[in-house]
């Protein structure tokens, strides 16, 4: 069983994008990535997901979104949207992203994600749209296909993950071997967003601190979009 490892970034994003917006330049922050702190030294994965896994029911906001962003180092990421961990997703897609890119672009300290549909026809939600163009500070990806339904994998993380209101890590679960074969090891990193809809063809989710104050200078922020 692999080691408990930090995902090379996301906690410096966590860090970042803890800042409340209303405290002055050059205060505190750093909410969710003190949580970390404060967790005791852990040995393996498994460990992780338990002890993360008993959180308060008060930890998540009413209007919070948990936001997962997963895949194998050597693999492409997805990102599951829920209303909360314990709930199916409402909204999943493997980006056209590496995940090991992803990583990258979250150790600059900002990170977007717009995903923009170009239907023009409002008979299915804006969460419904099937193709998805995908762009990340900016540059275009590639376009990607909304998931209709949750593959065995993406189920079993997810159902892992069940208790986890905020954390990122490395998955139990592959030896070895395995973990060669699948494109590395499975990395994740959870956190608690805001969602905020602007109209039938636009929403936004932000990343929001554990005591449910909206993240200063929205660190990481995702933008669905239909073009009209």
Not at 91 to 113: C, D, R
Not at 140 to 152: A, C, E, L, T
Not at 177 to 183: I, R, T
């Given at each position: ?11 410096s994003l ?13 205060g505190?922050?750093g909410?969710v990535f ?11 994965g ?5 002890l ?6 008060g930890?998540?906001?009413d ?6 962003l ?18 199916p997703p409402?909204?999943?897609?493997e ?9 990258k672009?979250?150790?600059s300290?900002?990170?977007k994600?717009?995903l ?10 804006l ?6 163009a ?24 997810l ?6 209101s905020?954390?990122a ?6 030896s ?9 090891e499975?990395t994740?990193m ?7 809809v ?7 989710f ?7 104050a909206?993240a200063?200078?929205?660190?990481l ?8």
């Amino acid at each position: 069983m692999p080691s408990v490892m930090e995902i090379p970034g996301a906690v410096s994003l966590l860090r970042r994008a803890a800042g409340d917006r209303r405290s002055k330049p050059g205060g505190g922050g750093g909410g969710v990535f003190r949580m970390f702190k404060l967790l005791p030294m852990l040995t393996s994965g498994c460990k992780v997901v338990g002890l993360l896994g008993k959180p308060s029911k008060g930890m998540l906001a009413d209007k919070a979104m948990a936001v997962t962003l997963f895949g194998f180092r050597r693999g492409r990421v997805s990102l599951a949207i829920q209303e909360d961990p314990r709930s199916p997703p409402f909204f999943l897609i493997e980006l056209p992203l590496l995940t090991s890119a992803l990583h990258k672009e979250m150790a600059s300290g900002l990170v977007k994600i717009a995903l923009e549909s170009e239907t023009r026809t409002h008979r299915r939600k804006l969460v419904e749209e099937h193709v998805w163009a995908v762009y990340c500070n900016g540059r275009k990806s590639g376009y990607s296909m909304r998931r209709k339904q949750v593959s065995d994998e993406e189920r079993h993380v997810l159902q892992l993950l069940r208790g986890v209101s905020m954390g990122a890590g490395v998955l139990p679960g592959l030896s070895e071997k395995e973990a060669a074969a699948a494109d590395g090891e499975m990395t994740y990193m959870r956190a608690r967003f805001e969602r905020v809809v602007g109209s039938r063809d636009s929403e936004s989710f932000y990343m929001i601190n554990p005591d449910g104050a909206a993240a200063g200078g929205a660190e990481l922020s995702i933008f669905l979009v239909r073009l009209k």
